[in-house]
């Protein structure tokens, strides 16, 4: 025992357990319910067992006798302890309030919370248990040896799921179990999947077989033992009792005087209690260590949904300004309405008007007011404007179903969505009004580009003056005209007619700065798009934060779990030796 | 059976017949649009379809009944106790059953055609036909003894699995042990908490039990069973090694066989429960047909988004424009034609195909533009969202799937239509007699002109003066070219004032003519799939409500 550093493991564990607190899977990825169980359990673990028995490495061994209903857990207690110290019962399941039954002198350390803190507890004597659901228990009788206390535990398999919650909870905290079955049950898949657990944790165990037909021993218990065997735990002493009719509600003296031997030599045993003790222990460290790097790996796999689900979010949005960009560039924009406006507007001639004289202008407005028609300067930047937003909220509205579509393929994306309601599936309410916004204050930037150009030279600075309207117009055009999408005739119309105006723009500013302003004002709607679409990203990838686990702690978690094993490593080495 | 058991058993018979046609177009509909419901919904649908018609298909005079449990209950010994041998190897090693067998009670002492059918659809080989003279009053009655469900053994637990779905009747046998068992009540009992009138529960080994203890038990059992919601079962206590409670068990099992109903009563709380879980998954309020408000907001987006008004406005314009070229002034004519008619612009200027051709060349106007493609998603999701509202997420979402199933053909749909319009291009009739008006006119401006040179030529040469007859003060020759150009003038203009008035109704009769027209491929590719979506999906509601 002394060759574990008991000190250094009760650090670490200390840590594991503050760090274990620490655990958030906000996420409901599929593996969610399991990982958060574990982590409970683990904590629970810790909590109730190895901690305490780190500090109290001397403490009485616990056996607890656990197994399904009615197997006769209480009825066998009674019988070892030799007095109704808990009560047995027809009505399945009987024992909810486990019992623990300690001898006087080794009262202090069941008293307190030190080990099963997690349950109330109550005082009881011999023959007068106390009522009362899920509290543990104590009762004092010196029918147990000092270093061993027996604890009767409710059922592992009856419909209360509390009272099989309860049994868990103790099995973890045993250093000893005593397992009772009975011939009826001894192949129940329920119980051996707690014996698997048993075999797994290395937790010292005994067997009982109880309520055997008279005479079927002999075929049911090399059964037994040969199952045992197959799941590691032929060593296991096993204890076989026959359907027997109890006196006084307890089984003859005889029947568990074999079982009551054992328990007495093991706690009479101070090597062979330490060995127990220490195996149990190392056990469970173990087990905490490999459930640690489990709870560590789920953290992980949920920081790795956490970034998919982001990232399918930003890959969406991304591709949406893509492919804006592209339809930009390509002078799909151009075509159809804003192209239809934009011939009015040359063929009318009021674009000339517009460049260069005041007065054209002037007569256009007039015109416009008396008629009540909107100018085609109006039209055409309101078809601009419509055609934008159009696309604008419908690539959004195409993102949104994609990362809607890409999410829902998640467990974890799906309680997201559903946690969010109605309102995240859609893009959100004010796009509209803020696409078109987006597209007026664009416009409205061309004028300050063309004013900024034009600043600092005379004449074009007096040019831009009377057409700057114009001007704004021809770079409009410039920006969404660049062959690509429009037909050959689309080109000779739209381009023939640009080029009136953009030959009168290179004349008044040179070439080198029309093209230069082209690609500003393109960069331009590029940003402003790039932001109200990270806008709309947005909405997902901070709800996927506020559910992202804290990034340090599988770290730190693999780090601990890392230590107990080389700490129980270089404990089972020397052992070899 | 009595008469009026007879009577009462054929009219379950027939309502059970009823539910299930309900449950066959429930299932037809959910085969036929994948999405209407869940995919493993559906599924149990048409499997319950199927195996209660091939059950009503063989042996219907039969009633099955199953003896399940847990492993070491005594459904074995219970089996051997009601047919009278020991079939069924009874063991202490558990488990010992792991597969099923088959006892038939028959009066006749054979296995009729029937039976045998039954079984092999039950997939049971092991069968044991029951001598009619050991259990006569059990006549019609086919005892299956299961495997256990709660051993290690998953194959038992697979093979009950199997078989608790196509029995008429389960005799749940626990024992004092094993009554409350979570793997029992959680696995089963409360799954078929709707099946309580074809289900009995033996509380076995009673024996066990000291006499005092027993009553206590069965009423804890029976509250178990309450809580699974199975209520007012048969509860039976019984012990095969004293034979207590045995009796009274094939007494209930009897009545049961000669009532017959076990078959239909199983049937009906089968399609009970999917009643219930199809509940769940249908619309409260029925789906409505598309309104005709929603197909007008559709047909006016995609004429929007096709251009459609783009080309009534043209229409208008072109026929502006040929209005001035027939009716204007003559000298100034050749001005109007440096612009652009504008539905050649369009590749409209053609003659519309006649009526009956069914190629129709797309019109020479651009594909549509990502605007105009953007425009058209947007108003099938705006479609989407009136005619879905209110329903179920699964059924919105199988909607839009409707709704966006052709979404591909739309544009070039609309643009067809668009180019196979016959568009109102022909010249007005008044274009021919103001056009002689205005010959006419610039004739005699043109005779003026003349007259008025040969005047100056005449006189230059010092000539003797032509007669110039004159009207008032005015002379003639510049009265003739001076009144021919303001006339013509005036007409041009008084012409051009009702051409623009004809233009505006003709760009209003080509704008109903487009919408008409864009609006019957709204209907084709979209609201019409979608109308029929939603009756469908109505239909599958009314059905589902038929099941309660
Ligand atoms: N005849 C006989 N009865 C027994 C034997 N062991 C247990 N019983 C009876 O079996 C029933 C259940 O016994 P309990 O000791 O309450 O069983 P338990 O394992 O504590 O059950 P829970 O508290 O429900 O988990 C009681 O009625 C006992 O009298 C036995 O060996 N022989
Ligand atoms: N005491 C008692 N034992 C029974 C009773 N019924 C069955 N058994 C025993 O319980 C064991 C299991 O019985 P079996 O019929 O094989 O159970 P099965 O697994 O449910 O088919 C056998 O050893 C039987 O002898 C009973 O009513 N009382
Ligand atoms: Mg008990
Ligand atoms: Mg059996």
Do not use: C
């Not at chain 1, 149990?280 to 953290?299: F, I, K, P, Q, Y």
């Amino acid at each position: 025992m002394e060759r574990i550093d008991l000190d250094g493991m009760l650090a670490t564990t200390t840590a594991l357990r503050a760090q274990l607190g620490e655990v958030r899977l906000p996420l409901a990825t599929d593996a969610v319910d399991d990982a958060r169980r574990t982590a409970d359990h683990v904590r629970r673990q810790l909590d109730d067992y190895v901690i305490p028995r780190l500090r109290d490495i001397d403490a009485p061994v616990l056996a607890v006798v656990g197994g399904s209903t009615g197997a006769g857990k209480s009825t066998l207690v009674n019988s070892v302890v030799g007095a109704e110290v808990t009560v047995p019962g027809v009505l399945r399941p009987t024992t909810r309030s486990p019992v623990l039954i300690h001898h006087p002198t080794a009262a202090r350390w069941f008293e307190d919370d030190r080990v099963l803190g997690s349950l109330a507890r109550a005082r009881g004597t011999p023959g007068q248990p106390v009522e009362g659901a899920h509290q543990l228990q104590l009762v004092a009788s010196d029918a147990v040896p000092e270093d061993l206390a027996l604890l009767d535990a409710p059922d592992i398999d009856s419909v209360l799921d509390r009272n099989r919650e309860i049994a868990q909870h103790l099995l973890d905290a045993a250093d000893l179990w005593v397992f009772v079955t009975t011939a009826a049950r001894y192949a129940d898949a329920v119980p051996w999947d707690f014996l698997r657990t048993a075999s797994r944790r290395g937790v010292g165990i005994g067997l009982v077989l109880n309520r055997v037909p008279p005479g079927a021993g002999d075929e049911i218990a090399p059964h037994l033992a040969s199952m045992l065997a197959d799941e590691g735990l032929g060593d296991a002493p096993l204890f076989v009792l026959e359907e027997q009719a109890l006196a006084d509600g307890r089984l003859p003296t005889a029947a568990v005087a074999p079982m009551r031997a054992w328990l007495d030599d093991l706690a009479a045993d101070r090597e062979a209690r330490a060995d127990l003790v220490r195996q149990s222990l190392t056990g469970a460290v173990a087990d905490v260590s490999n459930r640690t790097e489990e709870v560590a790996s789920v953290v992980e796999q949920q920081q790795a949904v956490a970034d998919q689900l982001s990232g399918a979010a930003a890959d969406a949005f991304a591709d949406a300004h893509q492919r804006l960009a592209d339809d930009v560039r390509d002078g799909t924009v151009m075509r159809g309405e804003v192209l239809a406006r934009w011939q009015d507007l040359v063929g009318t001639g009021e674009l000339l008007r517009e460049l260069q004289s005041r007065i054209g202008r002037l007569r256009d407005r007039i015109a416009a007011s008396v008629t009540g028609r909107p100018r085609n300067v109006e039209k055409f930047q309101g078809a601009v404007e419509s055609g934008v937003e159009t696309l604008l909220r419908e690539r959004v509205a195409e993102a949104t179903d994609e990362v809607v579509l890409r999410w829902r393929a998640t467990s974890a994306g799906t309680a997201l969505l559903d946690d969010a309601g109605d309102e995240l599936r859609r893009p959100s309410t004010d796009l509209g009004e803020r696409a078109s916004r987006l597209v007026r204050d664009w416009q409205g930037g061309l004028l300050d580009l063309l004013r900024e150009e034009g600043a600092g030279k005379r004449t074009t600075a007096k040019i831009l003056s009377y057409g700057l309207n114009g001007a704004a117009l021809v770079l409009m055009v410039g920006v969404f005209a660049q062959t690509g999408g429009l037909t050959g005739a689309e080109v000779a119309i739209a381009g023939g007619s640009t080029a009136v105006g953009s030959t009168l723009l290179e004349a008044l500013l040179g070439d080198q700065a029309v093209r230069r302003l082209t690609e500003r004002a393109r960069a331009d709607l590029d940003r402003r798009t790039g932001e109200l679409l990270a806008g709309e990203a947005e909405r997902f990838t901070s709800l996927v934060d506020g559910h992202r686990p804290d990034t340090t702690t599988a770290g730190t978690l693999r780090e601990l779990a890392g230590e107990l094993r080389r700490a129980l490593g270089t404990d089972a080495g020397r052992r070899r030796r | 059976m009595s008469r009026r058991d007879e009577r009462r058993s054929t009219r379950a018979d027939r309502e059970l017949r009823q539910r299930l046609d309900h449950l066959t177009a429930v299932s037809e509909l959910a085969a036929a649009g994948p999405g209407r419901l869940p995919a493993d919904l559906a599924d149990d649908v048409a499997a319950t379809v199927e195996r209660a018609q091939t059950r009503l298909g063989r042996g219907a005079d039969r009633t099955v009944v199953a003896l399940a449990g847990a492993t070491g209950s005594g459904k074995s010994s219970l089996f051997n106790a009601l047919v009278g041998d020991d079939i069924s190897p009874v063991g202490v090693r558990r488990p010992t059953t792991s597969t099923a067998r088959a006892a038939v009670f028959d009066a006749d002492g054979a296995l009729g055609d029937g039976t045998a059918d039954l079984l092999e659809w039950l997939q049971v080989p092991q069968r044991h036909v029951v001598p009619a003279e050991r259990a006569p009053d059990l006549h019609g009655l086919v005892l299956l003894d299961l495997p256990d469900h709660d051993s290690v053994e998953a194959d038992h637990r697979a093979e009950v699995d199997r078989l608790v779905e196509v029995v008429d009747a389960f005799v749940w046998v626990v024992d004092p042990q094993k009554y409350a068992d979570a793997a029992l009540h959680e696995q089963y009992l409360r799954r078929f908490a709707g099946h309580a009138a074809v289900t009995i529960v033996v509380l076995n080994q009673v024996d066990l039990v000291p006499e005092h203890g027993r009553q206590g038990i069965v009423d804890d059992l029976a509250r178990l069973l309450e809580a699974d919601g199975l209520h007012r079962v048969r509860v039976v206590a019984t012990s095969t090694m004293t034979g207590e409670g045995v009796d009274a068990l094939r007494r209930e099992l009897a009545a049961r066989t000669a009532e017959r109903r076990a078959l239909v009563a199983r049937l009906d709380a089968d399609v009970d429960w999917l009643a219930d879980q199809l509940a769940g998954r249908v619309s409260d309020r029925a789906p409505e047909p598309v309104g005709r408000g929603t197909r007008r907001d559709l047909t006016r987006a995609f004429a929007d988004a096709s251009g459609a008004d783009a080309v009534a406005d043209a229409v208008g314009a072109a026929h502006r424009r040929r209005a001035a070229q027939a009716v204007g002034w003559p000298p100034t004519r050749w001005l109007g034609r440096l612009r652009p008619d504008p539905l050649r612009r369009l590749g409209l200027d053609r003659p519309p195909p006649e009526p009956g051709t069914t190629t129709v060349g797309r019109t020479s106007r651009a594909a549509p533009s990502t605007v105009a493609d953007a425009a058209l998603g947007r108003a099938l999701r705006d479609f989407v969202d009136d005619t879905a509202a209110g329903l179920p997420p699964a059924w919105q979402e199988r909607v839009g799937e409707v709704a966006n199933a052709r979404r591909g053909d739309v544009a070039d749909a609309l643009d067809r239509q668009i180019g196979s319009a016959r568009l109102p291009t022909e010249p007005a009739g008044w274009w021919r007699a103001v056009s002689g008006l205005q010959w006419l006119l610039a004739g005699i401006m043109a005779v003026g002109l003349v007259w008025l040179v040969v005047i100056g030529v005449v006189a230059w040469f010092g000539l003797p003066d032509l007669p110039a007859p004159e009207i008032g003060e005015v002379p003639w020759p510049s009265a003739m070219a001076i009144g021919g150009a303001l006339a013509g003038l005036l007409v041009s203009v008084l012409a051009r004032a009702i051409a623009g008035i004809g233009a505006r109704r003709r760009t209003a009769a080509a704008r109903r003519m487009l919408t008409d027209a864009v609006s019957s491929t709204a209907d084709d590719l979209v609201a019409d799939p979608v109308d029929a979506e939603l009756a469908a999906l109505a239909e599958l509601r009314s059905s589902v409500r038929e099941l309660r």
